[in-house]
């Protein structure tokens, strides 16, 4: 099956700064790669997705990157701000089936 | 509107018991799917259905776990003999349909097991 890895684990910026975060998956057939944010006790909550025919999304302040001969995707965040400290997780996964998670990436901006 | 709704919040039980956990999907949504998350890990994939049928459940631990969605709506997710082990979130998702990739989670249910 899927296994997805993330690192790091935990990530600490100062405000305004930019923050990476990045995935590997190992089926090749994955072909939808979603990024959640979790706050401490909330549901985690869809912030950007990028499916395999794409190379590159960006929403305001986030960005995230494919690279499927790589089996690797990462989450761009620039200008942090300390509202965007959370659990970030990365997931993918092959259509029809379910997600598999990354481990999480704790990150903490610092005012 | 309404978003994925879990029902209890929060669950104590003792070692042994039966539980239930309760989710409400986004109206509408035909794809349901059960996660549990363990402190500090990623959501894990326990089982998920399309309409009232299970499609897969090969994520459920052991026969001591059960899922339904018998009107192809609520689900409730069935844990008999609870253990300690099975303390955890339990986290459920809706989509609008089966080959739709994007899903939305509910607060999940805290069960703890003492």
New interface residues.
């Given amino acids: 099956g899927e296994n ?1 890895e ?1 690192h790091p684990s935990t990530l600490s910026v100062q405000e305004g700064d930019s923050a990476v975060i990045k995935c590997t998956y190992s089926d090749s057939a994955s072909n ?1 790669f ?1 990024w ?1 944010k979790q706050e401490l006790g ?5 912030i950007i ?1 990028i ?1 395999s025919n794409v190379g590159e999304k960006k929403d305001q302040r986030i960005a995230v990157t494919l690279n499927k001969t790589a089996k690797h995707f990462s989450l761009h965040i620039t200008e942090t701000q300390p509202e965007d400290s959370a659990v970030y ?1 990365c ?1 993918a ?1 092959v ?10 990436t704790q990150l903490t901006v610092n005012p | 509107g309404a978003g ?1 709704s879990q029902t209890p919040s929060n669950k104590v039980t003792e070692k042994g018991k039966y539980v239930e956990l309760r989710c409400d999907p986004i109206s509408g949504h035909t794809a349901l ?1 059960w ?1 549990r998350q363990s402190l ?6 326990l089982i ?1 259905f399309q309409g009232t049928g299970a499609a ?1 459940d090969s ?1 459920l631990p052991n026969d001591r776990f059960f899922a339904v969605r018998p009107e192809g709506s609520v689900s409730t997710l069935k844990i008999q003999r609870t253990e300690r082990g099975d303390s955890a979130v339990y ?1 459920c998702a809706s989509s609008p349909g ?2 739709t ?8 249910t805290r069960l703890t097991v003492l």
């Fill in positions: 997805v993330q939808y979603p959640y909330k549901r985690p909550q869809l997705d499916r997780f997931a996964r259509s029809g089936s379910r997600l598999t998670f990354g481990e999480g | 994925v799917y996660y500090g890990q990623g959501p894990e994939f998920y897969d994520g986290l089966f080959a990739d994007t899903q939305y989670f509910g607060p999940g």
